[in-house]
């Protein structure tokens, strides 16, 4: 079980290093990487980032402590701490997290250069969160980040033979096209607080040794599950969705019951699924498209979706972006079958 993206109080994380071994030495995790962030001083907003302690300010010591704990945490819980670095420049707009390094990278440089000083140092080069996430908070600027993902995913061709894995999921988000394309990938909380502890990680099947985690991770020896802890609170998601959608929406099919569309181009599952939500009391509308899902959308305001993430005309990826955008961002969506 393995989590290789966290940040400590290093860079902009609540935890620190001790306390993140701890948490996940507790909950039983076997390999965990510290990636605090390094930001170029390029851009008046990096600067303000390195102001605002959001970046290494001194990272032999950095390195230090991480050795440190190390080796209490292998001791104490058999918990493998690799050090990394998540190397940031908002000029070219990448974030590629390095692990297994012992030396600063300078991230004042192109991609390029960032993952050929990891790769010389014996690193691995993952390629965080590739979609746009993360760099659409840290610049402000809505527009222009809304209309591209991340440098490295806009780049890709060139990046397939560098990149040794690119983040698939991170922390909620699942990105399904890495997978769809058949690149290397890994899945990765990006961790900052601990409510993140609840988030994608991997299961990686190799011994709990730093180069055979590397290989495995290389060779695609691993899998992604959502891990979540135990809250009593926790209900199961249909009946969460369509009780949030009603208070976010107050839509209703005028006799009180709940509107949940199911799009998914498989008549089949569409009626199972139809099958059970009504035997719920859901009031329940079907699509067999993206298109035809997104007309329904306009026309009926449903409560909240079943989606499909691979569908003709316009897949449930590129709905969930144009759902997000619009005047029914607030509805609720969840996937209908396992994406990998
Ligand atoms: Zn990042
Ligand atoms: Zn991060």
Redesign the pocket.
């Known amino acids: 079980m393995a989590d290789l ?1 966290i ?1 400590s109080t290093f860079s902009d994380g609540t935890e620190s290093i001790e306390e993140i071994v701890n948490i996940f030495g507790e909950t039983g995790f076997d390999v965990i990487a510290i ?1 605090d ?1 390094l930001f170029d001083t390029q851009t008046s907003r990096s600067l303000e980032i390195h102001e605002e302690g959001k970046s290494i300010k001194d990272v032999q010591s950095y390195f230090k402590k991480i050795d440190e704990v190390a080796h209490w945490a292998k001791q104490h819980f058999g918990l493998l701490v690799i050090p990394g670095l ?1 190397i940031c420049n908002l000029s070219e707009d990448y ?1 590629i997290l390095g692990l297994d390094l012992k030396e600063p990278i300078d991230p004042n440089q192109e991609a390029e250069g960032v993952i050929d000083d990891i790769h010389r140092q014996g690193g691995l080069a993952i390629a ?2 590739p979609p746009l996430k ?1 760099s659409f908070f840290l610049q402000g600027d809505n527009e222009s980040i809304r209309r591209h993902p991340l440098h490295l995913w806009k780049h890709r061709a060139k990046y397939f033979n560098k990149i040794d894995a690119w983040e698939i999921a991170n922390r909620d988000d699942l990105f399904d096209r890495v997978a769809l394309e058949g690149l290397p990938y890994i899945a990765c909380s ?1 961790f900052h607080d601990r409510e993140h502890l609840s988030s994608w990680k991997s299961l990686i099947f190799s011994e709990k040794e730093t180069e055979a985690i590397k290989r495995a991770i290389r060779e695609r020896e691993l899998s992604l599950f959502y891990f979540s802890e135990k809250r009593r609170d926790r209900k199961p998601v249909p009946i969460r969705v369509g009780e949030e959608g009603a208070a976010s929406t107050g839509s209703s099919d005028g006799k009180g019951h709940k509107k949940i569309l199911i799009a998914d181009d498989e008549k089949d599952l569409v009626e199972l699924i139809r099958y059970h939500l009504t035997a719920k009391g859901y009031s329940v509308f079907t699509a067999f498209n993206g298109l035809e899902a997104w007309e329904k959308i306009q026309m009926e305001k449903p409560d909240a979706i079943v989606l499909d993430l691979m569908m003709p005309d316009l897949d449930g990826w590129d709905l969930c972006q144009m759902i997000r955008r619009s005047e029914h961002k607030d509805i609720s969506l969840c996937s209908d079958r396992r994406i990998i």
């Open positions: 993206h940040h990636t962030h998540e974030h965080s969160h993360l990006d």
